[in-house]
């Protein structure tokens, strides 16, 4: 499957602090997804993107389908100690499989 | 709650010994697949039934296969567990393609001693 490259691997943040993560790929995706993984547990879809240039919310979560169809960011605000986990992006073209990247670790401090 | 789940949670297996993980779900999803997610990298795709239709990813070894013996349930058995399968296997469904995402189950991690 095509590549995706996720930045950054990993982020160590203070609470109240806001966060920005993004994901790139070398081809165009009809569909961009973010998930987040708690420790020993599966993904759980966050927000999914179906438009180029399209803005999402879920809460303290805001994503974008970039205008190119090549990247997505998601941003997290005003970060708490249970944002803690992995978060992946993920890009679909119709097929049934997911493209994921490798993750951004994500720590928040009290 | 419709949700996906994988039994067990942890699974310790012998070098070489037949290992069978399963997943059920409860959503009525069409696909469901399987993935292995080693430590600190992205999950990749083993293979997926679409119904009893199975495909499997070019780069899967054949080490690993696959049951769906109806639509609630899915099996994945590994012949011979080698130390390089130690990983979270995760299982996965949707109702179509994956344009609206999967959803996951909790995984199995398996050891293999």
């Known amino acids: 499957g095509q590549q995706l490259n996720q930045s950054p691997q990993s982020m160590f943040i203070q609470e109240g602090e806001d966060v920005s993560m993004n994901c790139t790929s070398s081809?165009?995706?009809?569909?961009w997804l973010w998930y987040k993984q708690d420790p020993g547990e599966g993904p759980v879809l966050l927000i999914a993107?179906?438009?180029?240039?399209e803005l999402t919310s879920n809460g303290r979560l805001t994503a974008q389908f970039g205008i190119t169809r090549k990247d997505s960011f998601l941003n997290i605000s005003a970060s708490i100690p249970s944002d803690v986990g992995i978060y992946f992006c993920?890009?679909?073209?119709?097929?049934?499989?997911?493209?994921f990247g490798k993750g951004t670790s994500l720590l928040v401090t009290p | 709650d419709a949700m996906v789940i994988q039994n067990p949670r942890y699974q310790v297996t012998q070098f070489g010994k037949p290992v069978t993980l399963s997943c059920s779900q409860t959503?009525?999803?069409?696909?469901m697949y399987w993935y292995q997610q080693k430590s600190s990298q992205a999950p990749k795709l083993l293979f997926h039934?679409?119904?009893?239709?199975?495909?499997n990813e070019a780069d899967t070894p054949d080490n690993f296969q696959s049951r769906r013996p109806n639509t609630s349930f899915c099996f994945l058995d590994i012949r011979s567990p080698g130390l390089g399968d130690a990983a979270m296997y995760l299982c996965?469904?949707?109702?179509?393609?994956?344009?609206?995402?999967?959803?996951f189950g909790s995984g199995t991690r398996l050891t293999v001693v």
């Open positions: 993920a890009g679909s073209n119709s097929g049934y499989a997911l493209n």
């Open positions: 039934y679409y119904d009893k239709d199975f495909n």
């Open positions: 996965a469904t949707s109702f179509t393609t994956g344009l609206y995402g999967y959803t």
């Open positions: 081809s165009i995706f009809n569909t």
């Open positions: 993107l179906y438009k180029a240039g």
């Open positions: 959503l009525n999803h069409n696909v």
